[in-house]
């Protein structure tokens, strides 16, 4: 049985709550100086798809307004952004998150004094960062002496597995989200995907491959933290338990085959769990990779191209196909988004959305025609 870091969220994050063990948690989350649309990736995505209730934010260059002022949308309203975790405070939360992910994934000296502030006045510590909070002495004393939990949602399993090939269960469907760039919206797309599958009346769940989707779902590996040998390796096993159980399986991608840094771990994923299908995810308007202007992106029929490829390397006679186009249209208004759809399937011949303005039945429509359901 693959032992995937449940243990750590059923005793802390209590994804066990449909039944009723432990109580919903309020939480506030730390977004110092980021709490926006492409940078507070973690925090919008706790917001918006997490069970419990957020009751602030932190960021002293937003504060005095709410979530849904700031990000432009419908959700969040009401939810305060506020200066500091002493004015967080105020709202009685019992959990602190950590929002955002600074480049290179490391602890800013300056957010020290919040977390021993959460810590001493007994909140349990949720981190995604790659520096582990449970490492630092000074933090890790703290928690210790009050009696508080800390999370570091990207420490791996200390297990290792070398990828066997093995196949999924006939009657089973495993759908990966991969994409042009990184934050293309391929966690919020399975996730919106396995909510219309379940809408549906459909055998599905949703897997997480990174600290946000894991924080969500309360599953999953942090596969950027896994050893390379080993990547593909877990993600097989991981996936093979899901399919075992579900019908529907939709993998959180990460990153893109395409991307200077992290096309490595794109790989390690769809070698891992062998897809049947892909949605491919966008940036509407992108010509470059974010940070790269150097870099600049292929066409998306190209694109679509390099990721069936990456699949037929290792079976030439295995026919995994992008079947859709799921389109972030962020900053365009709603004629600009459907041109920008419009375009995408003009230019792929494949059907398109944003699946946050128009939802997803038209790519689940997709995917069953590909699998021949009715």
């Not at 703290?142 to 196949?167: L, S």
Request: with cysteine; glycine share 10%.
């Amino acid at each position: 049985m693959f032992d995937f870091i449940y243990f750590d969220i059923m005793q802390l994050y209590a994804i066990n709550r449909r039944e009723k063990v432990l109580p919903m948690r309020r939480i506030a989350i730390l977004a110092e100086g980021a709490f926006e649309r492409f940078h507070g990736k973690t925090a919008i995505g706790v917001i918006r798809y997490g069970r419990d209730t957020v009751v602030a934010v932190i960021d002293s260059t937003k504060a005095g307004m709410d979530v849904a002022q700031v990000l432009g949308v419908e959700f969040g309203k009401g939810i305060p952004i506020v200066r500091d975790i002493h004015e967080a405070l105020t709202y009685q939360p019992d959990m602190l998150l950590i929002g955002i992910a600074p480049f290179g994934g490391a602890l800013p000296e300056a957010w020290r004094g919040q977390l021993l502030t959460a810590i001493n006045a007994g909140l349990d510590i949720v981190s995604g960062l790659h520096f582990f909070l449970a490492d630092d002495t000074e933090l890790r004393a703290a928690a210790e002496q009050r009696g508080v939990k800390v999370w570091d949602v990207r420490r791996p399993p200390e297990k290792n597995r070398v990828a066997q090939f093995i196949p999924h269960r006939p009657g089973s469907y495993t759908i990966l989200m991969v994409g042009s760039d990184c934050a293309t919206g391929k966690m919020s797309t399975a996730l919106e995907l396995n909510q219309e599958a379940c809408n549906r009346g459909l055998n599905s769940v949703f897997v997480a491959t990174g600290q946000t989707g894991i924080m969500i779902a309360g599953n999953g590996l942090p596969i950027d933290r896994i050893i390379s040998d080993f990547l593909a390796g877990m993600v097989e096993e991981m996936v093979l338990e899901f399919t075992d159980k579900y019908d529907w399986v939709f993998v959180e991608g990460q990153g893109a085959l395409n991307h200077p840094g992290y096309a490595g771990v794109t790989l390690g994923l769809i070698h891992g769990c062998m897809p049947d299908a892909m949605i491919f995810c966008h940036k509407a308007g992108a010509t470059t990779i974010e940070g790269y202007e150097h870099c600049p992106l292929p066409s998306l029929n190209r694109l679509i191209e390099m990721n069936e490829e990456a699949i037929s390397w290792l079976c030439s006679d295995r026919s995994s196909k992008v079947v859709g186009l799921s389109l972030m249209t962020l900053g365009l208004n709603e004629q600009e988004a459907r041109s920008a759809i419009k375009l995408a399937e003009d230019e792929t011949g494949l059907p398109a959305t944003d699946v946050w303005r128009f939802g997803t039945a038209v790519l689940m429509d997709a995917l069953s025609a590909r699998f021949q359901i009715v």
